[in-house]
């Protein structure tokens, strides 16, 4: 069965911090994986895609990294602000169709 | 561009009635994709179309659930009857499938937070 499994469940960090989000999938055969934000009360908007051939993308103070044998990625927040606050889901696509499976998403907390 | 449109943002019904959410998918998308998201769950794909046709309705929970796409600008996710178990924010998303599926990405609306007591 197709997962993706995603830690910490909740973190919260201080304003200018780095912070590391960690995402574990089973699906196969893969095709690519994404990073969602979701401010609270929104719908996720999407941060990063990366191919199996991709090892990191950065977008802005966000880097993805992508470790296909390992089946593992992970999400890099640069000096983190107030405005990082919210859930970042990993989403996995398995080649051949659209279906994407979610994590539960780590919910992300920056304090003053 | 106005992004993916829902309605309603909210609603509230009893148990037994029937729940009708609307969307409008960006202009020139291809393909729509109804989600669903609780706090048990997370998010849970229910249905998607592509071309109006739907291509796979598999988490689609129960016959109480239809979903419709009658033309590339408009899509309903019916529920006859609802449940207080249906609470949960319903989302849908459009994208420009282009085959390969390495830069689809898949735009959100603001969801519809249902509510059934």
């Known amino acids: 069965k197709n997962q993706v499994e995603q830690s910490p469940q909740s973190l919260i960090i201080l304003e200018g911090k780095n912070c590391t989000l960690q995402?574990?999938?089973?699906?196969?055969?893969?095709?690519?994986l994404r990073w969602y934000k979701q401010d609270t009360g929104r719908g996720p908007v999407s941060l990063t895609i990366?191919?199996?051939?991709?090892n990191t993308k950065s977008n802005g103070r966000y880097t993805a990294t992508l470790d296909a044998d390992t089946k593992q990625s992970s999400l890099h927040i640069t000096a983190s602000q107030l405005s990082d606050s919210a859930s970042y889901i990993c989403?996995?696509?398995?080649?051949?169709?659209?279906?994407?499976?979610f994590g539960t998403g780590t919910r992300l907390t920056i304090i003053p | 561009d106005a992004g993916v449109i829902q309605s309603p943002r909210h609603e509230v019904t009893e148990m037994g009635q029937e729940v009708t959410l609307r969307c409008k998918p960006i202009?020139?998308?291809?393909?729509l994709f109804w989600y669903r998201q609780t706090m048990m769950r997370g998010l849970e794909l229910l249905i998607y179309?592509?071309?109006?046709?739907?291509?796979?309705d598999s988490g689609m929970p129960e016959d109480r659930f239809s979903a419709k796409m009658p033309n590339a600008s408009f899509s309903t996710l019916k529920i006859q009857p609802s449940e207080p178990r249906d609470s949960a924010v319903y989302f849908c998303?459009?994208?420009?499938?282009?085959?390969?599926?390495?830069?689809?990405?898949?735009?959100f609306g603001p969801g519809t937070r249902l509510t059934v007591l």
């Open positions: 998303a459009s994208s420009f499938l282009t085959g390969t599926s390495t830069t689809d990405t898949q735009y």
């Open positions: 995402c574990n999938y089973t699906v196969s055969p893969f095709s690519n």
């Open positions: 990366m191919t199996f051939s991709e």
């Open positions: 989403v996995v696509s398995a080649r051949g169709n659209e279906k994407l499976t």
């Open positions: 202009s020139g998308h291809n393909s």
């Open positions: 179309f592509n071309n109006n046709v739907p291509i796979d």
